[in-house]
T-cell receptor, first 112, second 111 residues
């Protein structure tokens, strides 16, 4: 299986909460990231969490980390149509040569 | 704006040709990564340079090569292009915590 796995699609109604899930295999991962890619654009770093944290909140975004299960989630509160994008989960370790490993991305579709 | 600059934004070329993609990392970042994004393969890591030296190689074809110059900008050279090389090519630079900051990408179309 892949090192970082995500479901491919999520569809929500505007104003609802979205929860995007990710699982990873490397228990020694130090950093876990969420990136957002809008159509025709590059990947934008949304937020990240250290592996010694359980939760991180940043305005409408909440990241939850279950290190035991190697499960990461991104919750977007009050989802807006502008949140429609592909969301990538990634993991890495500290050090100059460790390559951030990305999941295949979850396409979030927000319906009015 | 991530601070990573890639040129050109779009490139259309014929099969068999050679192209060069350019990347300027964020100020102060020593590490540069190249990724290829296609519909069927997702985001594939190609190669990493750190302070001018090749640090890691991923799924990079022999027809592709890269280098990082003393001013830390990097170039990705793609030669003998095939239709299947059509993709988005991203450059990213990272800080010491490995947070990767991506450029806007170069969309390569091989016809």
């Amino acid at each position: 299986g892949e090192d970082v796995e995500q479901s491919l699609f999520l569809s929500v109604r505007e104003g609802d909460s979205s929860v995007i899930n990710c699982t990873y295999t490397d228990s020694s991962s130090t950093y876990l990231y969420w990136y957002k890619q809008e159509p025709g654009a590059g990947l934008q770093l949304l937020t990240y969490i250290f592996s010694n944290m359980d939760m991180k909140q940043d305005q409408r975004l909440t990241v939850l980390l279950n290190k035991k299960d190697k499960h990461l989630s991104l919750r977007i509160a009050d989802t807006q149509t502008g949140d429609s994008a592909i969301y990538f989960c990634a993991e890495s370790k500290t050090g100059g040569s460790y390559i951030p490993t990305f999941g295949r991305g979850t396409s979030l579709i927000v319906h009015p | 704006d991530s601070g990573v600059t890639q040129t050109p934004k779009h490139l259309i070329t014929a099969t068999g040709q050679r192209v060069t993609l350019r990347c300027s990392p964020r100020s102060g970042d020593l590490s540069v990564y190249w990724y290829q994004q296609s519909l069927d393969q997702g985001l594939q890591f190609l190669i990493q340079y750190y302070n001018g030296e090749e640090r890691a190689k991923g799924n990079i074809l022999e027809r592709f090569s890269a280098q990082q110059f003393p001013d830390l900008h990097s170039e990705l050279n793609l030669s003998s292009l095939e239709l299947g090389d059509s993709a988005l090519y991203f450059c990213a630079s990272s800080d010491p915590t490995n947070r990767a900051f991506f450029g806007q990408g170069t969309r390569l179309t091989v016809v």
